[in-house]
């Protein structure tokens, strides 16, 4: 249960600073930053996983 709720603290802090990046008045940053979030997000969380069930990187 913990690495489940490091996983969803993360997602939370991501959604914080994609919602804040909206704010900022250039045309096109926040899809950039929701794009580069999401990356990073999807990463973190499959290493996460990736240890815990064992897999290794020739999956």
């Keep these: 249960m913990k690495m489940v709720e490091e996983c ?3 997602i939370k802090r991501k959604a914080r600073l994609a ?3 909206t704010l900022i ?3 096109g940053i926040d899809v950039f930053t929701d794009v580069v979030l999401l990356k990073q997000s999807i ?3 499959d290493s996460k996983f990736e240890r815990f069930f064992g897999r290794g990187p020739d999956r």
Aim: proline share 17%.
């Design 25 to 27: 008045p250039i045309p």
């Design 43 to 45: 990463s973190y969380i």
């Design 8 to 10: 969803r603290a993360m």
């Design 19 to 21: 919602a804040l990046a």
